[in-house]
């Protein structure tokens, strides 16, 4: 029996839609449909373990492999099939559950596994025919589904904490008591970093960014832009020091207080420019610790599973939309701090030091 998440049974309802609709739709920065434009499906290729497969759209769904038609199901079918699944997962309430009747149907089209086994970073990759070059380019496409929990963009980890050397503190008194202050989650204690940041500022302690604790990951910064290091310190600082987390309200702010001091005079938009190439290039194949080339593996984009069914998607022939929408659906959270080693006060070669993490997530 197959059992899954709501996400990855999103991307087999991905599959069966697209198959049913026949057509991909951009979005917009808002995640609605861009209106008049589509991208007309030819086929959607697909890599199993017991084999490659095509799903051709020719009024039916053609199934091939090994340039042999193995069956052809009307394309009715895939939508009564997508539909109902959709209703499955939107309804089900367990981490993870099995949909009998999809997996027969899924047996039945040689669909034997929820993810595809690919080698590339894509979930999915798709044939479109593309009516202003009339070209047939393959797109892989990374599935976003909004019915289950938010997905995150970054991951954190070790390598995406920032380091900040502290002065003006008592180094014994200060380390001690700081260090002490937790806050309550459930039945669990946890670091306060908002509260502990808060009472370095108030006993005259200041925080100066020293540098990205991975050297692969920070030289990825650089890469993208010079200065990205410096304007994501002051942005993942502000998250914890503040009650801001969405990034939009984050890069806003950084905007107004300009703690780069870029000149604004002319009203030029340096952080949220820098902030998009970022998100553009994590969703697109950047990683912490693999040096980026600024090559994109997933060489469409993304694929957006909405809460009522419909699917959009942001890809190169849509940039801005997909800019856009990447700086207004994502926000910054507080991953585990025992398990990433962040958030208290320690000694380094006689310098005090203080690490914040960064991880960047979806908004439900």
């Known amino acids: 029996m197959i059992t899954g998440n709501k996400g990855e049974w999103s991307e087999i309802y991905t599959l069966l839609k697209l198959l049913s609709d026949g057509r991909l739709t951009p979005g917009d920065e808002n995640i609605n449909k861009l209106k008049g434009v589509f991208y007309p499906i030819v086929k959607i290729l697909r890599t199993e373990s017991n084999g490659s497969f095509e799903y051709s759209i020719n009024d039916d769904i053609v199934i091939i492999s090994s340039d042999k038609e193995l069956l052809r199901i009307p394309m009715?079918?895939?939508?009564?099939?997508?539909?109902?699944?959709?209703?499955?997962?939107?309804?089900?309430?367990?981490?993870?559950?099995?949909?009998p009747e999809i997996e027969s149907f899924m047996s039945e089209i040689k669909c034997i596994s929820l993810k595809a086994d690919s080698k590339t970073k894509s979930d999915i990759q798709i044939v479109i025919h593309d009516l202003r070059t009339n070209q047939q380019p393959t797109l892989g496409f990374s599935i976003k589904s909004q019915i289950g929990n938010?997905?995150?963009?970054?991951?954190?980890?070790?390598?995406?904490n920032f380091i900040f050397r502290i002065t003006g503190l008592n180094y014994t008194e200060d380390i001690e008591y700081i260090n002490s202050i937790f806050i309550k989650k459930?039945?669990?204690?946890?670091r306060d970093i908002k509260g502990r940041i808060n009472e370095i500022l108030k006993r005259n302690g200041k925080l100066e960014f020293v540098k990205i604790e991975n050297q692969i990951f920070g030289n990825n910064l650089s890469l993208i832009d010079s200065l990205l290091p410096n304007i994501l310190s002051e942005i993942v600082f502000d998250f914890y020091a503040?009650?801001?987390?969405?990034?939009i309200e984050l890069v806003e702010y950084a905007q107004e207080n300009n703690p780069l001091n870029f000149d604004l005079s002319n009203n030029h938009k340096f952080y949220s420019y820098k902030i998009k190439k970022l998100l553009t290039d994590i969703a697109l194949g950047m990683t912490p610790t693999k040096?980026?080339?600024?090559?994109?593996?997933?060489?469409?984009?993304y694929l957006v599973v909405k809460n009522d069914g419909e699917i959009v998607c942001y890809h190169i022939y849509n940039k801005n939309e997909f800019?856009?929408?990447?700086?207004?659906?994502?926000?910054l959270d507080t991953a585990s701090t025992s398990r990433y080693e962040f958030g208290d006060l320690y000694i380094e070669e006689?310098?005090?030091?203080?690490?914040?993490?960064?991880?960047?997530?979806?908004?439900?």
Do not use: C, D, M
């Open 350 to 364: 006689n310098a005090l030091y203080f690490k914040l993490n960064l991880q960047i997530r979806f908004i439900k």
């Open 76 to 99: 009715k079918e895939f939508k009564i099939r997508s539909l109902y699944l959709f209703e499955k997962i939107k309804e089900n309430k367990q981490n993870t559950f099995a949909v």
């Open 242 to 247: 503040s009650k801001r987390s969405k990034l």
């Open 291 to 301: 040096v980026w080339t600024g090559e994109y593996h997933a060489t469409g984009g």
């Open 186 to 190: 459930g039945e669990k204690l946890s």
């Open 150 to 160: 938010p997905s995150t963009l970054l991951n954190p980890g070790k390598p995406t």
């Open 323 to 331: 800019e856009n929408y990447l700086l207004n659906t994502t926000k």
